[in-house]
């Protein structure tokens, strides 16, 4: 079984400030692990992803992420918050070998002037 | 560009009476997916489809039903909705290869409202 733990809610940052959503995941299986970002009525948009290869992950937007194995997380920071990063964000585990996604119970980053 | 496209946006229905989600796409992904989205909460899978296999989630309340006769198109199918069926309906695409898969393309999403 598989299961991502996202351990803030809700962040609020000010802008120009750095931002970390903290996410922390189980799995049996070497897992692809993601981050999508959602906009107030909007689908996901796939932020980033692990599948393996570096275990720091660059992503759009300035985002990035460290796939850490020994404390089986998956952080994702940005430098410096812009207004337009306001949104929800999902860690998502893909085990590699099925279907379905786990995901994440999201955080909500709002974002001061 | 490529893309996953739902339709409507914005759907209202009765209490009871039978609606149709819609949903194409364009990137000739051979897995699809619908994700039931509630306010403030993950989204829940209901099914997928793997190519032409039909794969219902335990959980999938038999009111919930999908349909898709190509690779491009899926449907989801609401009988009888519900008060509680009220959210936003998510279909997202993925490539699934050999013990490998592609990230999911979701759309727009369609908000259902039941009165």
Redesign the interface.
Known sequence: AQSVTQLDSHVSVSEGTPVLLRCNYSSSYSP?L?W?VQHP??????LL?Y?SAATLVKGINGFEAEFKKSETSFHLTKPSAHMSDAAEY?CVV?K??G???T????T?VLVKP | DAM?I?NPRYQVTQFGKPVTLSCSQTLNHN?M?WYQQKS????K?LF?Y?DKDF?NEADTPDNFQSRRPNTSFCFLDIRSPGLGDAA?Y?C?T?R?GQ???S???????T?LTVT
């Open positions: 692809s993601f999508y009525n909007k689908g996901l948009q796939l992803k599948t999902f893909h590699a070998a279907n379905k996604l995901f994440g119970g999201g909500r | 996953v739902q897995v997916y403030s909460q993950a989204p899978l997928h793997y794969n936003m998510l997202a993925s699934k013990g490998n898969n990230p999911l393309h979701f759309g727009n999403g908000r």
